[in-house]
């Protein structure tokens, strides 16, 4: 490895969106229940999302959010799961949704989302984003915005109805990791969703890399060899220029079962450290 230069990769790591416990065994059944949710799942989860089971490392998709304390789920990766078991924390990550204000109409306006509650420009909302009128479980495009007025492209929000207003994009942030003096990258032993980056002089410094990914075909090193190649890539990268943007992998196997996640193709990153 290229060493002696102080370099970093950039990733784009998933924002948590919600942290819990199970409070029911949903092993077997494919679902994730939590009673103590309150409304969070159906006002603020989306199908799609991912949930990581931290007792196990499995991951899953919701297909469904079914109430508001049960998340229908399919298995992702190799390391399959059946579901949650009781008593099981987890994290909920949007990887394909940004999450802008959630809450309640209480005005009814022709095309209009009405919320007196809320300051939706505050809250960044934008021309573009959509408007999900959970009530009646239809969708909009915003097309214009006020503090407390969303104009939409269909006719559908009344006073009383739930909604949830989100933009188009993973829900996530930037984390550097350092590139100089990378000694080794290999992927964990027992999880094949994560590469330690081990440094010198010691080797006894890890980056531990925990992502997701759709392939069920066996151990994945491809993200190891991607990462080994931005490393290089960090170091050649011409100064003044400090930080290389991880350019993302697309999952190379044609034998995908988890279709609807992106097509199956992206890899997602949850937790570096």
Not at 30 to 42: S, V
Not at 54 to 73: F, G
Not at 94 to 108: H, K, L
Request: net charge negative; no cysteine; charged share 15%.
């Amino acid at each position: 490895m290229l060493s002696n230069m102080e370099k970093f990769i950039n990733f784009k790591e998933l924002t948590v969106v919600k942290t819990g416990t199970t409070t029911a065994n949903g092993d077997a059944g494919l679902t994730l229940t939590d009673t103590t949710a309150g409304t969070f799942f159906t006002r603020l989860v989306l199908p799609h999302a991912i949930v990581w089971d931290r007792a196990t490392a499995r991951k899953y998709l919701v297909t469904a959010v079914t109430s508001d304390t049960q998340l229908a789920l399919e298995s992702i990766g190799v390391d399959t799961g059946t579901g949650i078991p009781d008593a099981t924390p987890y994290f909920i990550y949007m990887p394909e949704y940004t999450v802008r204000q959630a809450g309640t109409a209480d005005g009814t306006g022709a095309f209009q989302l009405i919320d007196s509650t809320v300051d939706f420009i505050a809250a960044g909302v934008k021309i573009g984003d959509y408007a999900l009128d959970i009530t009646a479980a239809v969708t909009a495009k915003v097309t214009a915005v006020t503090k407390t007025t969303l104009t939409v492209d269909t006719d559908t929000f009344a006073g009383g109805d739930t909604y949830l207003v989100y933009a188009s994009g993973a829900d996530d942030h930037d984390v550097i990791m350092r590139s100089a003096d990378v000694a080794d990258i290999s992927n964990a032993s027992a999880d094949t969703s994560i590469v330690n980056t081990t440094y010198e002089p010691t080797g006894t410094a890890v980056m531990k890399v925990d992502y997701a990914y759709s392939s069920t075909v066996g151990a994945n090193s491809d993200m190891r060899a991607a990462m080994q190649d931005a490393v290089t890539a960090s170091l050649q990268t011409a100064w003044p220029a400090v930080t290389y943007d991880f350019p993302g992998l697309q999952n190379p196997y044609v034998a995908v079962t988890n279709a609807t996640w992106l097509g199956g193709k992206e890899y997602f990153f949850l937790r570096i450290q």
